[in-house]
């Protein structure tokens, strides 16, 4: 069986679940989102939110701590319900990882455009080939050197969330200093009532896809029965309080009574920069937001190749398992997922540009995403009924429970064209992984 280089720690493990998650590019889209759902009490909706994915992320340390394998979702589903369920649940990750990463990569040149139009410069379609560069050079360090890689998304990732903290600080003492800071955002909205909070909890949950993504590492983790599940709970705390302080400053930076502004904007976190800062501060911003995009490419692609790697490993294709010789990375696996995220975004996001083109992508990957993790809590609920343990049937209970809800509201109402048609998308990925399943019955007989 091909191995992978066993150099990495729990602070690696930690720099890919945080660049997965891309905490500076998700506050700077998704709080206008949850306050459209539960007005002044989005930072509410946050709070609650890292709680529901702390009670899903504990269903991931449980198999964490069991079952040290690369393929995280696909392992531990696995080994409860069989490799072909366990293969499914592999193969939603991996279109998450995938489309993540392809919109982020366009993010990367959006971000970029917007800092240069601060200074008068427009560079039209050039952000095209600004995202391609980023999806390039992540692609060089996936391939070559996963420790460096790691590393590197984490200075870029922290270095990004500090100017956020700059400005949040602020904006803090600027209104607290005329108004006095108001607790009323971790109240529900008297207009909205707990229903928007919950509705919230959507938007706050999809903040956190990809928390799992330190699992995919477990093969090159010294003592990962330890390693992974401190980054999972490390990455989830990390980036709760952040998203809660991120929100909280974007409420009260606009005004408890300008939340309509605040969910009509396009670019709050610049338009605050604006208001407390300076165009200088706005800019940086704006290149913070997109060196975090370059850190989700470099994350998702890594995570993606792996989960390749392991269900290549498991009979999908030799070619996928191949390790490289000197580097100890799955090379060909970095590759295929590195063309498959550049085929979406040469073939796609020039014509309808990179900000929708992110979200349509997004929206796929995330339904897919809380599939395998429905799979996971399921899992972590019947193993616990096997071995006598009521404290993890609750809680893997409660975790497939918390996840049905964001599922749920993802879905129903039925969203506008073309929202409408990404669950149909998620629907024929899965039914491919089937036809694979039935196509090479090699497959079905792995082990996880």
Known sequence: MAKLK???????????????????????????????????????????????????????????????????????IGKTFGPR??????????????AGGSGSAALVGNFLRAALLDHGVDIGGGWLALGVGALGLATVFAWRDMSFATRLMLVLELSSIA??????????????????????????????????VGYAVVFAVLSFAGFEAATTLAEETGQPARAIPLALVGSVV????????????????FGLGNVKELVASEAPLNTLALKFGTLRMATALDIATSVSAVSCVIGTLSAGAR???????????????????????????????????LAGLLAWAPFIGPADYYDSVGTIGVLALIVAYLGVT??????????????????????????AWPLYNSVYPVPS??????????????????ALLVAR????????
């Open 6 to 76: 066993r150099d990495l720690g729990p602070l690696e493990a930690i720099a890919l679940s945080l660049s997965v998650m891309a905490p500076t590019m998700g506050m700077a889209l998704n709080v206008t989102l949850a306050a459209g759902a539960a007005g002044i009490a989005a930072p509410l909706g946050f709070a609650v939110g890292t709680v529901v994915v702390a009670v899903v992320g504990l269903s991931f340390v449980f198999f964490a701590g069991r079952i040290t394998s690369a393929g995280s979702g696909y392992a531990y």
């Open 85 to 98: 369920a366990g293969f499914i649940a592999g193969w939603c990750m991996l279109l998450l990882y995938i």
């Open 163 to 196: 100017v956020i903290i700059i400005l949040g600080v602020r904006i803090l003492i600027a209104v607290g200093g005329t108004e006095g800071l108001s607790a009323a955002p971790f109240r529900p909205d008297p207009t909205l009532g707990w229903w928007g």
């Open 238 to 253: 990390l980036a709760g309080l952040f998203f809660v302080f991120a929100s909280y400053i974007q409420i009260v930076g």
């Open 307 to 341: 989960m390749l790697f392991v269900l290549g490993r498991a009979g999908l294709s030799a070619r996928a398992a191949v390790v490289h010789p000197v580097y100890g990375t799955p090379a060909v696996a970095v590759g295929i997922v590195s063309a498959l995220m």
């Open 378 to 403: 399921a899992a972590a609920a019947v193993h616990a009924i096997r071995a006598g343990s009521r404290l993890w049937l609750v809680l893997g209970a409660a975790g497939t429970l918390a996840m």
């Open 417 to 434: 064209f073309p929202g409408n048609l990404w669950p149909y998308v998620v629907l024929g990925w899965i039914a491919l992984g089937a």
């Open 441 to 448: 019955p090699a497959i079905g007989r792995s082990e996880p």
